[in-house]
């Protein structure tokens, strides 16, 4: 497994995420503009899952497992939550979301390289565990997903995206040999790649209490011309049908 997950490490280390929607420099502030300005007019659950975080959000801790460069880790900052960290498997990422936040003036923001199957915090550190299209990348998933658990307090709540077996994306991948993960390059692919039908991620999160999961996000960015061509309104009812992204909340006992 450990030579697995370094596999997995390696892979993104050469294909940096989100950088697929910018052809600015690495690290420029029309870098990250373009990619948030992007990935949120795409992700349109994403902008609104956020905000419903807006009220309850002074006073807790948030952990993103897998924050990349950190575009989702600051706009949850701004939020108000009283502590953020973000951890991600790679170096590169931790420091290209390091270097941002520092510009922007969010420099309380905590980022470090970690381990979704081994998380370096106590039990019960953090409210909230977001975590969006990274553990489906583990080889261990289950012990990451307990480690969410075990890091979260009591009655504290997980955000996790998993990627959806029965949607348009996983037909249209499989069918055609397409990588999920390297749009650029379609002889790359990740070496880990689960994807879930809802009553197995309900399974993997058995653990947890009120577990209430949708799917959203039917095209890709690989299928953004079809996109274009679909109103919004249409998008969203595809999504809740055949969406790539299955959208997890589940809270922790008390």
């Known amino acids: ?32 503009a373009e990619i948030e300005r992007r990935r949120y007019a795409s992700h349109y659950h994403l902008p609104e899952l956020f905000e419903r975080l807006r009220p309850v959000a002074p006073g807790l801790r948030l952990l993103e497992v897998g924050c990349g460069i950190g575009v989702d880790t600051l706009r949850l ?8 960290v973000g951890i991600d498997l790679t170096a590169v990422a931790v420091r290209l979301a390091g270097r941002r936040a520092r510009r922007e003036g969010l420099g309380t923001v905590r980022f470090g390289v970690g381990d ?6 106590a039990d019960g550190s953090f409210d909230v565990v977001y975590s969006f299209g990274v553990l489906h990348h583990t080889p261990r998933i289950e012990r990451a997903v307990a480690e969410v658990r075990r890091v979260l307090a009591p009655g504290g709540l997980a955000l996790v995206m998993l990627y959806h077996s029965r949607s348009l ?14 749009p650029r390059n379609l002889k790359d692919h990740c070496p880990v790649v689960y994807r879930y039908r809802r009553e197995a991620a309900r399974e993997l999160f058995a653990g947890f209490e009120d577990v209430a999961i949708r799917s959203e996000y ?18 969203r009812a ?16 008390r």
């Open 1 to 32: 497994m450990k030579a697995e997950l370094s596999r997995v490490r390696r892979f993104w280390e050469d294909h940096v995420n989100n950088e697929y929607f910018t052809r600015h420099d690495r690290g420029t502030p029309e870098y990250f």
């Open 169 to 182: 994306v996983n037909l249209v991948h499989r069918l055609l040999g397409l990588p999920f993960e390297s």
């Open 218 to 235: 039917p095209f890709t960015h690989g299928m953004r011309a079809a996109a274009r061509l679909v109103p919004r309104s249409v998008e």
């Open 116 to 121: 979704a199957e081994e998380l370096a915090f």
């Open 77 to 84: 900052a701004r939020l108000g939550f009283a502590e953020v």
């Open 238 to 253: 595809l999504g809740r049908r055949i969406g790539w992204h299955l959208m997890i909340e589940a809270r922790k006992g």
